[in-house]
């Protein structure tokens, strides 16, 4: 355990008290980062594992060991998420990667082709604008052909819950196209 954080601490988070996790937080916050950061190379990404490590711990929290070592379960869990975020942006870049290989293959003039890179730039903002809750609900789900339960079980939300950002993903992802009046390709692509 944290030489700071102590058992009474522990029982106190494990109770729900606000105060026993803003000073868990306090005290190994940083050291989250840093382990973040040590994968991810991106102070963005790696402030958002931290956040989502510590609304782990918030939501867990009645399952905790009072007796246990907090930091060893940040650590799991901060590396686990690093490790996740790490395979998902290398998965999303190859099948981006093979979508446009397969795309290229069909495009014959140089209008195709300048049509095909502004539709891969508008598609990568449309998906990049998104809640990072949902830009990763929606690359494991169309990029890496997870289905709600798994993709539920990898970031210990409920199905539903994955339902429901993948519906409010698509909304947005089809407004913002239809827009540009490339709905079509989009369903073509990612149906």
Same mark, same amino acid.
């Given at each position: 355990m944290h030489e700071d954080i102590g058992s009474d601490d522990m029982q106190r988070l494990i109770m729900g008290d606000q105060a026993a996790f803003e000073k868990i937080y306090d005290l190994c916050s940083e050291k989250l980062f840093r382990l973040a950061f040590r994968f991810l190379k991106d102070v963005e990404q790696s402030e958002e594992?931290?956040?989502?490590t510590f609304i782990n711990l918030w939501v867990n929290r009645e399952k905790l060991d009072s007796e246990g070592n907090v930091w060893l379960y940040l650590y799991v869990i901060g590396k686990r998420l690093s490790l996740n975020e790490l395979r *998902?942006?290398?998965?999303?870049?190859i099948h981006t =990667?093979?979508?446009?290989? *397969?795309?290229?293959e069909t495009v014959?003039?140089? =209008?195709?082709?300048?049509?095909a890179n502004e539709f891969e730039l508008l598609t990568k903002k449309v998906i990049g604008d998104l809640p990072k809750q949902q830009q990763i609900i929606f690359r494991l789900s169309r990029?890496?052909?997870?289905?709600?339960r798994e993709i539920a079980d990898q970031l210990n939300i409920s199905p539903n819950t994955v339902k429901n950002h993948m519906g409010t993903a698509l909304k947005t992802i089809k407004s913002r196209l239809s827009d540009c009046g490339l709905l079509c390709l989009f369903f073509f692509f990612f149906k």
């Open positions: 594992i931290v956040q989502e *998902n942006i290398t998965q999303s870049k =990667e093979n979508l446009l290989a *397969n795309f290229r014959n003039t140089t =209008e195709e082709s300048v049509f990029f890496e052909g997870f289905s709600h």
